[in-house]
């Protein structure tokens, strides 16, 4: 057990975990965003894929790092829109519909790759753009503190950033306000003339922006390449992140970091003498036990039938 | 209600015409020989006895998957852990066929109903959660789908590795513990008889027992299920623990049908490829294997166009993606929908 003290207690450890809390961050501001709006988004994990991909492929055909970045979104997007056009306009049920996209992604990705790269395993004959590292001024000076906070892939400071600028875009804004009374209750939003379904369609078109940002993490600052279902789970923990921290962006932030946490951990633990396979669970029992831990405090008198209630 | 599920039957069809198309297109845009891709892929899986074995092959997990998938579905809980639970399924028929010393027969048995167990336990931890907890079934599936994945993996590398094997494969099977082949130069077996028993089985339960009308009451509103004292908690429970036994038969049969060792190296996505079955085939048991073969159909063809032509066999995620969304949209050719029902009203209305 001095053993495993001795790795957690560390800056690096730290720092670890904000690295590997970046993705699942993103995914999770963008279920929170669907699921304010009273759409819940399952096809996260196939959107953040493909945004990695075509991240990937938008740096290297244009060889900017930038242009990477919004293909990244853009595929994000797409993939996104494509789920609100069936679920809100054509009614196919939402948790069907994101099974499907994530299916679509995990061999389109691969379908997609093949033809750029030839290759259907890994865009290493890609050459595509690694986003920069930023050292924070003064803080960075600061010991233990500096490396723990300093030194991080802009996209790390982003989707911190992002959980702000979602506080104040939910609760400061009259857009926010909209999503919010349409998630709480759809008929009243509607009675006082809130389009419901557009007010769905941008919340869903939101949370893929925000999964592309995590899918351009993925590819182009975590690792600096594209694999096939390189995502493995995050967009679904990332889904239990939103659900423990109640729907708030601080809530939801913690609960990121948690998981954050389990994963970091099971990074680490590679070096010690436990079998890889039940390191490799831990970020996944994590997910579960926290599941069960939120699910409850908020225990109902009865089992609620509809996922939507207990998502 | 007639009226009704030939509109179902034929809104089905139209999206799989819709997908059809959307290949046809994918494939003029990426390939050099566009016409060959689609000829191999619509035609290529009747082109010999061997490709049509591939298509039965391909078809029986499917239809444990689609029946695993479809009767948790048809209580309306979505638990998609059917992927892990074939896959321990799997596992645990591995270690029976190495390490029992059966006869013939009974050693497959035996092994599939072990496999049966350990899918039905992977399961109903979803159910238990959610009955005992209010945890989310679908969160939690999905988490122990790489959970059991990983103990899989760590039982077949620590304790039936084949060190001799070059890859990471077990030991082989006993020579009693596997399924036979039932027709020369196909790899078609005797799981196929299995399939069609858990076809029946399942269809004689959701339709003619009082457990199966329970659970699709329930799963049709559950308030209302309640309220005609229906006892709803038990009714989750044994829909999932169904959903995984069969799920888990499904891996052992298709490990002692296919293989002589267990090679296994990632989730064979057959449990997510349940979903697929089960949407197209609308929940009910007995259009499972229409859905299955069609869907084998579909995976054998692409395998046949990317063999022979240029085009990958990857672009069925595509089609299959829009095949799901389009039959399970209430909205897709709603207004023809419309004119139908009034139409059979209209008549109903002379008649009387």
Redesign the interface.
């Given at each position: 057990m001095g053993n495993l003290a001795s790795i957690i207690f560390t800056a690096e450890f730290g720092y670890a975990i904000l690295r590997v809390t970046t993705p699942i961050l993103f995914a999770a501001m963008a279920a929170l965003i669907s699921d304010r709006a009273g759409v819940i988004n399952i096809g996260l994990e196939g959107i953040m894929l493909m945004g990695a991909l075509t991240g990937v492929i938008g740096s290297a055909f244009s060889g900017s790092l930038w242009i990477g970045l919004i293909s990244a979104i853009l595929g994000g997007v797409l993939m996104a829109m494509l789920l609100a056009y069936f679920s809100l306009y054509l009614k196919t049920d939402i948790i069907l519909g994101g099974v499907a996209l994530n299916l679509m992604s995990s061999g389109g990705t691969i379908f997609i790759l093949y033809l750029v790269a030839h290759d259907k395993g890994i865009s290493s004959s890609l050459k595509s753009g690694v986003f920069p590292q930023v050292d924070i001024p003064l803080i960075k000076d600061i010991p233990v503190v500096g490396e723990i906070f300093s030194g991080h892939n802009i996209l790390t400071y982003i989707a911190f950033l992002s959980v702000l600028v979602i506080y104040i875009f939910l609760y400061k804004t009259p857009l926010g306000l909209r999503i919010r009374a349409v998630g709480e209750n759809k008929d009243a939003a509607a009675s006082v003339g809130i389009n419901v379904r557009r007010i769905q369609f941008l919340a869903l078109v939101l949370s893929g922006v925000l999964a592309g940002f995590g899918g351009a993490y993925m590819s182009m600052g975590y690792v600096s390449w594209f694999s096939r279902n390189m995502t493995a789970g995050r967009g679904f923990i990332a889904l239990a992140a939103e659900a423990m921290g109640r729907g708030t962006p601080l809530g939801t932030m913690l609960t990121s970091l948690l998981f954050g946490f389990a994963d970091a951990l099971s990074n680490s633990l590679q070096s010690l003498r436990v079998p890889a396979e039940f390191v490799q669970m831990i970020p996944y029992i994590a997910t579960i036990l926290g599941l069960v831990v939120y699910s409850n405090q908020q225990k109902p008198k009865k089992v609620k039938g509809e996922m939507e209630e207990s998502v | 209600m007639h009226s009704e599920s030939k509109f179902e039957v034929i809104r089905t069809l139209v999206a799989i015409l819709i997908a059809l198309l959307l290949a046809f297109i994918i494939i003029l845009f990426?390939s050099q020989e566009p016409i060959t891709a689609f000829l191999k892929l619509i035609t290529g899986p009747f082109s010999s006895l061997r490709h049509f074995g591939n298509i039965i092959e391909t078809a029986i997990p499917l239809i444990f998957t689609g029946l695993s998938i479809s009767v948790m579905f048809q209580a309306?809980q979505?638990n998609?852990a059917a992927e892990g639970a074939f896959f321990i399924g799997g596992v645990v028929a591995t270690i029976a066929a190495i390490h029992f010393n059966l006869p013939p027969v009974i050693h497959p048995l035996v092994a599939i109903v072990l496999g049966a167990v350990a899918g039905g336990i992977v399961c109903l931890i979803s159910a238990l959660?959610?009955?005992k907890?209010?945890?989310?079934e679908?969160?939690?599936s999905?988490?122990?789908n790489?959970?059991f994945f990983?103990?899989g993996?760590?039982i077949i590398?620590?304790f039936l590795r084949d060190p001799n094997a070059g890859a990471m494969v077990s030991y082989q099977f006993k020579d009693n513990a596997m399924l036979s082949r039932l027709i020369p130069r196909t790899r078609i077996h005797t799981g196929l008889f299995i399939a069609a028993l858990c076809i029946v089985l399942m269809y004689l339960f959701l339709y003619r027992t009082k457990w199966g009308y329970a659970l699709r009451m329930?799963g049709l509103n559950?308030?209302f299920a309640?309220y005609s004292g229906i006892n709803?908690?038990k009714v989750?429970i044994y829909s999932q623990l169904l959903g995984g036994i069969t799920a888990g038969i499904g891996g052992a049969t298709e490990i002692l049908g296919m293989y002589n060792r267990f090679q296994w190296q990632a989730l064979p996505q057959y449990g997510?490829d349940g979903?697929?079955v089960a949407?197209i085939a609308r929940n009910n048991p007995v259009f499972i294997p229409i859905a299955a073969f069609f869907l084998a159909y579909l995976r054998i063809g692409a395998d046949i166009m990317s063999r022979y032509t240029d085009v990958?066999n990857?672009?069925?995620?595509?089609i299959?993606?829009?095949m799901?969304?389009?039959i399970?949209?209430?909205?897709?050719l709603?207004k023809y929908r419309h004119k139908m029902i009034v139409k059979g009203a209209k008549q109903h209305g002379k008649l009387s």
């Amino acid at each position: 057990m001095g053993n495993l003290a001795s790795i957690i207690f560390t800056a690096e450890f730290g720092y670890a975990i904000l690295r590997v809390t970046t993705p699942i961050l993103f995914a999770a501001m963008a279920a929170l965003i669907s699921d304010r709006a009273g759409v819940i988004n399952i096809g996260l994990e196939g959107i953040m894929l493909m945004g990695a991909l075509t991240g990937v492929i938008g740096s290297a055909f244009s060889g900017s790092l930038w242009i990477g970045l919004i293909s990244a979104i853009l595929g994000g997007v797409l993939m996104a829109m494509l789920l609100a056009y069936f679920s809100l306009y054509l009614k196919t049920d939402i948790i069907l519909g994101g099974v499907a996209l994530n299916l679509m992604s995990s061999g389109g990705t691969i379908f997609i790759l093949y033809l750029v790269a030839h290759d259907k395993g890994i865009s290493s004959s890609l050459k595509s753009g690694v986003f920069p590292q930023v050292d924070i001024p003064l803080i960075k000076d600061i010991p233990v503190v500096g490396e723990i906070f300093s030194g991080h892939n802009i996209l790390t400071y982003i989707a911190f950033l992002s959980v702000l600028v979602i506080y104040i875009f939910l609760y400061k804004t009259p857009l926010g306000l909209r999503i919010r009374a349409v998630g709480e209750n759809k008929d009243a939003a509607a009675s006082v003339g809130i389009n419901v379904r557009r007010i769905q369609f941008l919340a869903l078109v939101l949370s893929g922006v925000l999964a592309g940002f995590g899918g351009a993490y993925m590819s182009m600052g975590y690792v600096s390449w594209f694999s096939r279902n390189m995502t493995a789970g995050r967009g679904f923990i990332a889904l239990a992140a939103e659900a423990m921290g109640r729907g708030t962006p601080l809530g939801t932030m913690l609960t990121s970091l948690l998981f954050g946490f389990a994963d970091a951990l099971s990074n680490s633990l590679q070096s010690l003498r436990v079998p890889a396979e039940f390191v490799q669970m831990i970020p996944y029992i994590a997910t579960i036990l926290g599941l069960v831990v939120y699910s409850n405090q908020q225990k109902p008198k009865k089992v609620k039938g509809e996922m939507e209630e207990s998502v | 209600m007639h009226s009704e599920s030939k509109f179902e039957v034929i809104r089905t069809l139209v999206a799989i015409l819709i997908a059809l198309l959307l290949a046809f297109i994918i494939i003029l845009f990426v390939s050099q020989e566009p016409i060959t891709a689609f000829l191999k892929l619509i035609t290529g899986p009747f082109s010999s006895l061997r490709h049509f074995g591939n298509i039965i092959e391909t078809a029986i997990p499917l239809i444990f998957t689609g029946l695993s998938i479809s009767v948790m579905f048809q209580a309306n809980q979505f638990n998609l852990a059917a992927e892990g639970a074939f896959f321990i399924g799997g596992v645990v028929a591995t270690i029976a066929a190495i390490h029992f010393n059966l006869p013939p027969v009974i050693h497959p048995l035996v092994a599939i109903v072990l496999g049966a167990v350990a899918g039905g336990i992977v399961c109903l931890i979803s159910a238990l959660l959610k009955v005992k907890w209010n945890a989310s079934e679908l969160v939690s599936s999905l988490m122990l789908n790489y959970i059991f994945f990983l103990l899989g993996i760590y039982i077949i590398n620590y304790f039936l590795r084949d060190p001799n094997a070059g890859a990471m494969v077990s030991y082989q099977f006993k020579d009693n513990a596997m399924l036979s082949r039932l027709i020369p130069r196909t790899r078609i077996h005797t799981g196929l008889f299995i399939a069609a028993l858990c076809i029946v089985l399942m269809y004689l339960f959701l339709y003619r027992t009082k457990w199966g009308y329970a659970l699709r009451m329930t799963g049709l509103n559950q308030s209302f299920a309640e309220y005609s004292g229906i006892n709803t908690v038990k009714v989750i429970i044994y829909s999932q623990l169904l959903g995984g036994i069969t799920a888990g038969i499904g891996g052992a049969t298709e490990i002692l049908g296919m293989y002589n060792r267990f090679q296994w190296q990632a989730l064979p996505q057959y449990g997510f490829d349940g979903v697929i079955v089960a949407i197209i085939a609308r929940n009910n048991p007995v259009f499972i294997p229409i859905a299955a073969f069609f869907l084998a159909y579909l995976r054998i063809g692409a395998d046949i166009m990317s063999r022979y032509t240029d085009v990958q066999n990857e672009m069925v995620a595509v089609i299959q993606a829009v095949m799901i969304m389009l039959i399970a949209a209430q909205g897709f050719l709603a207004k023809y929908r419309h004119k139908m029902i009034v139409k059979g009203a209209k008549q109903h209305g002379k008649l009387s």
